[in-house]
């Protein structure tokens, strides 16, 4: 519905935006030529009280317009409001009409608006050239908007006599001005025209209220009197109480959100909550900040945008929808300024004709249509409207240029007939006089101008950050005014504001460039608005009273700037504005975290001292008894031990959990709830605690975790803070609480993982700034802040530390699955069960290695002890829940790594039960350690089919697989070595260790390339060297069964082959080369015994010297590590030591460095077995009847040869010599048809 289409009984606030032109029903652009140059003008009524334009009552010849109409002063649509008053027309405006415009309208303020003011304050300032009358303005700038206000210096100084507020600029005016100031009283036949004019507009009137005259009887001083009271337009008081329109507002208000996502918006909405309008007057005048005005119009002029507030009525009728009607005495012409007058108002409200009605001495005598483009080319009243657009150009440049500082109130003046034009800054001029007189009552308007506009702008900077510049530039100017004493909420609010502007949960733009101030601001959008109904009819305003002419002042040193002559402004392009819009006002961007959090916590200090400032002295609160305690909404925490601590984190569960129930009581400091105060401090903690969340978090990242652990203890205190004033409490808010638990059971973690640099952490936990106990004085009035110090106290017990982790995941899990945030879809429940699990790991993990470190200390094998016991519990009751944890989210590479630590756990289990015989040796291999070790090759098992396969995680599989082989290994290794004859027959246990060899070397993965390959040669190597002694001794003691027999022999040849196979590709293990190939060779023997034929003996022999030859090869690796380590000897260097990879059952690895006792041990066994080889042999060979070949007389010489020099070899030689022999024999006994190489084979 068109603001042109309202009913007259229908409220505004129904027909606020429909943007309606010329007759109120149309846009349309209208374009008025001048000669041969053309003006661009075009008017948008944003806003419209009046009904559609009626038409005029043609008022007959002779009419007496000194009788008044029937309806004269009733309330009529047409006439608007103002057609109640005496006056009929006004071009008095008022001090703060502009700023009830951009009140309403806040989305045009600060960039597509250039100038906001009453449609008089426009046409007096293009008339400058051309008038001698005075004009005082006030001016005020926000962003590139100009508001422009009437500054009446006389009623000013009327009121300053009362309230003292102007005292100072009196002074002022009184030395640099006018000296001898005096009031000129109106005359008389100044109100006797504007009661004609009131009266014209009656009869005007058609329809049922057509006007008939009546007698006169209004006696024409009361008319004066009156008139004078309405004149009067400056607020005497800035206190009154809030309208029913307001207080429905403030009711919509009630429910505020405590987030900070729905914080915002509350602020935005903080001036409804706070009834900022109506700090000001509102009395019965309705002279507070209000939009009086008949209709609201968007004026383009050129290229100068304005909104313009009109009274002018206007008419149907004649060839144009719209008209305006003008009344004239016949016997004075049209002046110039007249004519301006006239075209402007018909220009701004887009009025294509004029009616003019003359009259003389009040008798009417005919009418006129004027069109608006002939209004400039009148006789007495021609001008160019050419001139007119340069003078409105120089003007706003002049204004830009010069009212530059956002929030100062700027004073532009010309003395009654000088040529002068002065700009002063007022409020520069105010800080300069004395204490006691510098009040200046445009600071409070100003100040909730630039509030409202960064109120509205911050809406839009969540989606686009380019705003933030101008905002905290608005928002900074705003605060500067304001005493924070006289108005702590709106102080508060902005400052709540200012710390909104940093980001704290995302990275700042790169660059930075959309972050600053100058690019343009948009529309913002439209707040409250204060609408009463009261309009005033215009006239030409130059014959309003006047100053007594002046000269010239000496001192200008006072003005800002100074126009010299207003001929100058006729001059095109006289005057060009080249200020930049807020020049210091770029957003500060800055890629560091903690220097964003330390803004936000500075402007969160100084809300909250605005809030405390506001509710009492803490003078005036009551004295504390000393003997009485402070009574807290915790339990008493003073018990000992582990009970206390069980109790504090009960309490840190309890404490997590949301608050029900809303507050009906006062709190701590004396707030009252539901009050802004209330409001405000809910926020302000909140936002403080997500700073030093954010804190916390970048000083985790940078493993400072004593500042870290400092940070969030800091923040979890803001949360108790918010606790205690809270009620209720939103799902968003109770997720944040969650992270904040998250976080700090993170940091407990890291802190008992990395007990080395305690120290340092205390010292950084330790600090903090004078900021930082501020707001923790502030966070005390509210509460005790104690509810988390259990959580984020920092202990010098991993074990604790441990402990306390798990129970802040364990109250953010709880946090999570509440009522109030089950339904919420977040992956931060998977990040959190996947932390519950680790953490549960490391606790396992910790009781674990206890439980090995009680077996390591134990001086004598006994029994398990209870404390051991009670370890293993533990440790596996932690890896249970763990493992469910992970399993709740599908987690298998964690589950497995779980299931491999539980087999850990078993394995130490076994070893604890290992059997002890009386002499402290060790005994048989016990049922219990069979029975922990097959639970832990159970629970590796879980763990392969838990991964699937390898592909899932090489690392985590590779693990698995190395730890399965190694307990297989292990427990053959100790059925074999300690086997349990007295429960089981050599038969099943030979059957045992076989399976579980052979299960062990099913998981040595002999191809993958990795770092874990050679041990797993090792491995595999051990295996078949222990099968085929097991398979040899089998052979050695086995009577009877020949195919028994022979199916031990040639299982114990097959591993013995592989073993040496395996043996020879390591580079590291030449001991166990070399008694494998012993034990060969002893093999052999053996199998040479039972044989009676010298062909098959020779055949026997031959072979076991070759076996014997190989060992050629561990005698090589023998000889280089001896010569190696006595070359250290001469030149020491600093040793290398390597990390082992053992198991903690059995060594699994080759040792590192040469076991020179073994090397003797084994070089005893080799001469005798290697000497009775070559004897046998050239026994043999000697004895033997058919006639010996080339080949074996040549081999015969050989073995002598070798002989010789073995039974002349020196036996106490160094060792090296001795191995450096056996070398060289060996290598002469290689056949020479294979390869001469005498290195290990790769």
């Known amino acids: 519905m068109s603001s042109g289409d309202r009913e007259p009984g229908t409220p505004w606030d129904n027909v606020k935006e429909e943007p309606t032109c010329s007759g109120e029903n149309s846009k349309h652009e209208s374009a008025i030529c001048s000669g041969s140059t053309e003006i661009k003008s075009c008017a948008v009524v944003k806003y419209s009280a009046a009904p559609p334009p009626t038409s005029y009552a043609l008022l007959q010849e002779k009419t007496d317009l000194k009788l008044p109409p029937a309806n004269w002063l009733r309330e009529n649509p047409q006439l608007g409001s103002a057609g109640t008053t005496v006056l009929g027309s006004s071009s008095k405006s008022k001090p703060f009409s502009s700023f009830g415009m951009a009140y309403e309208f806040i989305d045009c303020i600060g960039d597509d608006v250039d100038v906001v003011s009453d449609s008089e304050n426009i046409k007096k300032l293009l008339k400058i050239p051309y008038s001698k009358s005075h004009v005082s303005m006030a001016v005020h700038r926000v962003g590139r908007t100009l508001l422009l206000d009437d500054l009446d210096i006389q009623e000013l100084f009327m009121k300053s006599s009362q309230t003292g507020d102007w005292t100072w600029l009196k002074e002022f005016y009184q030395r640099l001005i006018d000296e001898k100031w005096q009031r000129k009283k109106k005359s008389k036949e100044h109100w006797y025209q504007r009661a004609i004019l009131s009266k014209f507009l009656y009869y005007s009137i058609n329809g049922d209220g057509a006007a008939e005259p009546v007698p006169d009887n209004l006696n024409e001083g009361e008319v004066e009197n009156e008139a004078e009271e309405f004149s009067s337009t400056w607020p005497t008081s800035f206190t009154s109480t809030p309208s029913e329109a307001e207080e429905s507002d403030t009711a919509k208000q009630e429910s505020v959100s405590l987030d900070s996502n729905f914080a915002l918006g509350q602020v935005t909405a903080v001036l409804k909550e706070q009834n900022l309008p109506t700090l000001f007057n509102e009395g019965e005048n309705s002279q507070g900040l209000r939009n009086d005005f008949v209709r609201n119009i968007m004026w383009t002029f050129e290229d100068i945008h304005m909104l313009v507030g009109s009274n002018m009525p206007i008419f149907g009728g004649g060839r144009y929808p719209a008209v305006s009607l003008r009344l004239r005495d016949n016997n004075k012409p049209i002046n110039i300024l007249t004519g301006i007058d006239y075209w402007l108002d018909n220009l701004m409200c887009n009025v294509p004709e004029l009616v003019m009605c003359f009259h003389v001495n009040g008798i009417v005598q005919k009418y006129e249509m004027i069109k608006t483009e002939d209004i400039p080319h009148l006789e007495n009243s021609n001008f160019s409207t050419r001139v007119v657009k340069d003078i409105a150009q120089n003007i706003l440049s002049f204004l830009k240029s010069n009212c530059t500082k956002e929030g100062h109130t700027y004073w532009l003046f010309k003395a009654s007939g000088s040529d002068i034009v002065k700009l002063y800054d007022l409020t520069t001029l105010c800080e300069e006089a004395e204490e006691g007189k510098c009040q200046n009552p445009f600071t409070l308007p100003v100040a909730v101008l630039l509030y409202r506009v960064a109120s509205n702008l911050m809406l839009k900077a969540r989606q686009n ?75 030409d305003s130059d014959e309003n009273g006047s100053y007594s002419n002046c000269s010239n002042p000496q001192d200008d040193s006072k003005a800002v700037a100074v126009i010299r002559s207003v001929g100058e402004l006729s001059v095109p392009e006289k005057y060009k504005s080249t200020h930049q819009i807020r020049p210091s006002g770029a957003f500060p961007v800055s890629q560091d975290k903690e220097e964003r959090c330390r803004h936000v916590l500075s402007y969160v200090l100084k809300g909250l001292k605005a809030v405390d400032g506001s509710i009492k002295k803490e003078s005036d609160l009551p004295a504390a008894d000393p003997n009485t305690p402070i009574p807290l909404k915790y339990e008493d925490r003073n018990a000992i031990g582990a009970c206390a601590s069980e109790k504090g984190i009960s309490l840190l569960l309890e404490t997590a959990g949301p608050v029900q129930g809303d507050q009906k009581h006062l709190t701590r400091s004396g707030m009252i709830p539901g009050s802004w105060q209330h409001h405000m401090k809910l926020q302000l903690f909140l936002k403080a605690s997500k700073a030093y969340f954010v804190l916390s978090d970048a000083a985790t990242n940078l493993l400072k975790y004593g500042r870290a652990l400092r940070y969030i203890k800091l923040s979890l205190q803001c949360y108790d803070a918010y606790c205690s004033v809270s009620g209720t409490q939103h799902s968003q808010v109770l997720q944040f609480h969650s992270q904040c638990l998250s976080l700090c059971g993170d940091i407990q973690l890291m802190l008992a993982q990395n007990a080395n640099n305690r120290a340092a952490y205390l010292e950084e936990y330790s600090y903090q700034t004078k900021e930082d106990q501020e707001i923790l004085h502030s966070l005390n009035r509210e509460s005790s802040c104690q509810a988390f110090n259990m959580a984020a106290d920092l202990s010098m017990d991993p074990e604790y530390q441990l402990f306390v982790s798990s129970k802040c995941y364990e109250a953010a899990y709880e946090l999570l699955i509440s009522e109030a945030l089950k339904d919420q879809e977040s992956d931060q429940l998977a990040q959190l069960l996947r932390r519950l699990g680790n953490i549960r790991n490391e606790m396992g993990v910790y009781y674990m290695n206890q439980a090995a470190a009680m077996q390591t200390e134990k001086e004598v094998k006994k029994s398990v002890s209870v404390a051991e016991q009670e370890m293993w519990k533990k440790s596996f009751s932690y890896f249970e829940k763990g493992m469910k944890d992970f399993e709740a989210i599908r987690d298998s590479t964690n589950s497995a790594l779980l299931l491999c630590n539980t087999g850990r756990l078993m394995r130490i289990c076994a070893q604890a039960h290992c059997a002890v015989s009386g002499d402290q040796s060790r005994g048989e291999f016990s049922p219990e350690e069979a029975l922990y070790y097959n639970k832990a090759i159970d629970y590796y098992l879980r763990a392969i089919r838990s991964l699937a396969n390898r592909a899932n995680h090489p690392l985590v599989w590779d693990s698995v697989n190395w730890e399965l082989s190694t307990t297989y290994f292990t427990l053959a290794t100790l059925l074999q070595d300690y086997a349990p004859l007295s429960r089981k027959a050599q038969e099943q246990i030979e059957r045992e260790v076989t399976e579980a060899m052979m299960k062990s070397l099913k998981y040595c993965d002999l191809q993958t390339e990795s770092a874990r390959q050679p041990l797993y040669q090792y491995r595999a190597a051990t295996i078949h060297h222990r099968l085929a002694s097991m398979y040899h001794s089998c052979f050695r003691n086995q009577v009877g069964d020949e195919h028994l027999r022979k199916q031990h022999r040639s299982l114990a040849e097959l591993h013995y082959s592989k073993a040496v196979c395996l043996f020879l590709s390591l580079k590291d293990a030449p001991c166990e080369l070399l008694r494998t190939l012993l034990e060969r060779v002893a093999f052999a023997e053996f199998t040479m015994a039972g044989q009676s034929s010298s062909g098959a003996k020779l055949k026997s022999l031959t072979g076991a010297l070759e076996i014997m030859t190989e060992s050629r090869h561990a005698f090589q690796l023998i000889h280089n590590e001896l010569k190696e380590e006595e070359e250290e000897q001469v030149e020491p260097s600093e040793p290398h030591p390597e990390d082992s990879a053992q198991s903690p059952d059995v060594a699994t690895g080759p040792t590192s460095g040469l076991n020179l006792q073994e090397v003797m041990k084994l070089i005893g066994v080799f001469e005798p077995s290697f000497s009775f080889l070559l004897l046998q042999l050239i026994k043999l060979m000697t004895t033997m009847k058919r006639k010996p070949s080339n080949k074996d007389e040549e081999l015969l010489k050989t073995y002598k040869n070798v002989y010789s020099k073995l039974l002349r070899a020196e036996k106490n030689a160094p060792l090296l010599s001795r191995v450096s022999v056996y070398k060289d024999l060996l290598q002469q006994l290689t056949p020479q048809t294979g390869s001469d190489d005498t290195g290990t084979p790769s």
């Open 465 to 539: 950050r380019k705003h933030y510049g101008t905002v905290r530039t608005l928002l900074l100017n705003c605060v500067k005014l304001l005493d924070q004493e006289r108005h702590p909420q709106i102080t508060a609010s902005a400052h709540y504001m200012l710390s909104e502007l940093f980001q704290l949960d995302e990275p700042p733009e790169e660059g930075g460039e959309s972050l600053r101030a100058g690019g343009s601001e948009d529309s913002y959008s439209d707040e409250d608005r204060e609408e009463d109904e009261e309009a005033e009819l215009t006239e």
